[in-house]
């Protein structure tokens, strides 16, 4: 064999090397990167769950406050409006828990509701007003 056909060999060779190392480090990096990815989404998933959840929690208590509220409440009328928020919490679980896990979402909040005991949940309008927080 000539030695410039020997040295074409040995460079093949050594570039075919190189190339498997190559793809050894590529694949080995995206073997982590995928469980990095999965780890991380599991995470987002859980963390958005438990998001859901709390607000879930939060919701139940806003509305028992309501019903507090309206079993309290002397007038009639103003313990009828409060109804309808209260059996919205029982009709939209699904459309209230999408909702609470948005960064943007009042339900996030970490705070206990303190409920009150006199029509003073509603604004005059119908419409639930803020519920205190401690």
């Known amino acids: 064999m000539s030695t410039r056909r020997q040295q074409y060999e ?7 090397r190189e190339e498997t190392a190559k793809r050894a480090r590529w694949e080995a990096a995206m073997g982590q990167a995928r469980s990095r990815a999965v780890d991380d989404y599991r995470n987002m998933t859980f963390a958005n769950a438990l998001d859901a959840w709390g607000a879930a929690s939060e919701i139940r208590e806003f ?9 309290g409440c002397q007038e009639p009328v103003e313990a009828e409006r409060l109804r309808p928020w209260i059996e919205w919490d029982t009709r939209s679980p699904t459309a209230w ?7 943007a979402s009042p339900m996030r909040a970490s705070t206990k509701i303190q409920p009150q005991t006199t029509c003073a949940l509603t604004s005059g309008t119908g419409v639930p007003t803020a ?3 401690s």
């Open 97 to 103: 828990t999408q909702s609470a896990v948005h960064p």
């Open 131 to 133: 519920p205190k927080r």
């Open 10 to 16: 040995e460079w093949l060779a050594e570039q075919e």
């Open 63 to 71: 509305c028992a406050a309501l019903d507090q509220a309206a079993a």
